[in-house]
């Protein structure tokens, strides 16, 4: 199961608490990881590194991210990783999407059958 940790940005009516700094975030996921989690992740800051997906049996990265940039894949069709097979949890595509930088909508109710 994915773990995300997301920094929190000063807005609107909470003005007055700090944003979170990256370093937090990223200390979270190695804690994290450093426990059994395999999927963790950083959001809401720069962090390529955190935002990524990497193998949990050898380490490649499958999916490189850098806020909504697809910088790497390599994933087979079925979801496994190109250099060892070890399977990835989650629901691929044969190949990425172009998403690019902007925010798309993801309707739920197409994904019913997972």
């Keep these: 199961m994915p773990i995300h940790f997301s920094a929190f940005h000063p807005d609107w009516k909470m003005l007055d608490k700090p944003p979170t700094p990256a370093a937090t975030l990223s200390r979270a996921r190695r804690i994290a990881m450093k426990n059994g989690v395999q999927y963790a992740y950083t959001g809401n800051v720069h962090d390529p590194e955190g935002g990524s997906t990497w193998c949990h049996n050898c380490g490649t990265k499958l999916i490189g991210r850098d806020w909504y940039i697809l910088s790497d894949w390599h994933l087979s069709d079925d979801g ?35």
Excluded: D, H
């Design 80 to 114: 496994c990783c190109k250099s060892c097979g070890t399977q990835c949890a989650g629901i691929f595509e044969g190949a990425p999407g172009n998403w690019g930088a902007r925010r798309l909508p993801v309707r739920l109710k197409e994904y019913s059958q997972i």
